[in-house]
């Protein structure tokens, strides 16, 4: 079982930046499929971004492609998500997730799909 401990969320103007930050406990992390989703009030969680266990490979929701990108250092068993030109419909808690399958590409993944959420950080993005 991985713990995941989600940082750097907070308030920030549309059009501004915002680097998220999901750090993982455990000597494995080199060989998790890491990814981000995140849950406006009154919706579904939702995919928002994924990376395959050695960096090589990411993936995107369309509503954020261009804008968002995702990386992680193995070494700092540590997972980012750069936010760019963010937008008020951005806002959302963002977690932090391990994908149960090595081999994903996120196409149709599920929340049933996750093997460990983080605890979440806010995301408000202000007009």
């Known amino acids: 079982q991985v713990h995941l401990t989600e940082s750097g969320g907070g308030l920030v103007q549309a059009g501004g930046s915002l680097r998220l930050s999901c750090a993982a406990s455990?000597?494995?992390?080199?060989?998790?499929?890491m990814g981000w989703f995140r849950q406006a009030p009154g919706k579904e969680r939702e995919f928002v971004a994924g990376?395959?266990?050695?960096?090589?490979?990411?993936y995107y929701a369309d509503s954020v492609k261009g804008r968002f990108t995702i990386s992680r250092d193995n070494a700092k068993n540590t997972v980012y998500l750069q936010m760019n030109s963010l937008k008020p419909e951005d806002t959302a808690v963002y977690y932090c997730?391990?994908?149960?399958?090595?081999?994903?590409?996120?196409?149709?993944?599920?929340?049933?799909?996750?093997?460990?959420w983080g605890q979440g950080t806010q995301v408000t993005v202000s007009s």
């Open positions: 997730a391990v994908h149960r399958r090595i081999d994903t590409t996120w196409v149709g993944t599920t929340t049933a799909d996750i093997a460990s």
């Open positions: 455990g000597r494995t992390f080199s060989n998790y499929v």
């Open positions: 990376i395959s266990w050695s960096g090589g490979s990411t």
